[in-house]
């Protein structure tokens, strides 16, 4: 099971360096209307009636409070940001924060609370260090963290649908940027697999 294990924490990692290698390239590609991650949350808020939502520039990522949502919190590269991934993801989150929840806090809470455990949990896998206890701690781990990918999917896969259509409607975008767009989408519908070795991004969140 050992194996198994180092296996599933590999794939892992290998998605986290695909996902920010190919997000990389479209975080310095400009929006031809050159709209902000902000006007689009706005744009999109306004257009849900949450016109009493506030959307701030923030260091920390998803911050929604509890919900009800009172404010939306972007990062500052996303809320200023012009470029295709900027306005995809200020979008993306828009469209998150309108789905209501299910036991909205304590989801965020459990995988705040298993992110800080990632590091404990991968030193079962140092030589000299695996003990049976560790093991079995470093699978439990492993497999919330699976759980909650998994239990995610369904989430993101409609915000992607969602986001899709309303960037289209908005007719800021052209056709090859929508393309781009598309492609954007189906790498953020993994989010939490991305977050899982974002050790920088952890102490922030």
Not at 53 to 75: I, N
Not at 79 to 107: C, H, I, N, W
Not at 121 to 134: E, K, M, N, S, Y
Request: net charge positive; with cysteine.
């Amino acid at each position: 099971m050992n194996w198994i294990g180092a296996f599933i924490w590999g794939v892992l990692f290998l998605g986290f360096i695909f996902q920010n290698k190919f997000l990389s390239k479209y975080k310095q590609d400009l929006s031809r209307q050159g709209i902000t991650g902000c006007e689009i949350a706005r744009h999109l808020l306004d257009a849900s009636g949450l016109t009493q939502v506030v959307v701030e520039s923030t260091q920390k990522q998803d911050l929604w409070g509890h919900w009800p949502v009172k404010e939306l919190g972007l990062e500052k590269s996303v809320y200023d940001g012009k470029t295709l991934f900027a306005v995809t993801e200020a979008a993306r989150k828009t469209v998150l924060m309108t789905q209501t929840p299910v036991s909205f806090d304590f989801s965020k809470q459990a995988w705040a609370i298993l992110r800080f455990l990632i590091l404990p949990a991968l030193i079962a896998f140092v030589p000299g260090l695996q003990h049976p206890a560790l093991k079995f701690f470093s699978s439990m781990i492993l497999a919330a963290l699976l759980a909650c990918i998994l239990l995610d999917l369904p989430r993101q896969w409609d915000a992607s649908r969602r986001v899709y259509f309303h960037l289209k409607q908005t007719g800021y975008f052209e056709i090859d940027e929508m393309v781009k767009i598309k492609k954007l989408l189906r790498t953020l519908r993994f989010e939490k697999a991305g977050q899982v070795f974002d050790f920088a991004g952890l102490f922030s969140a």
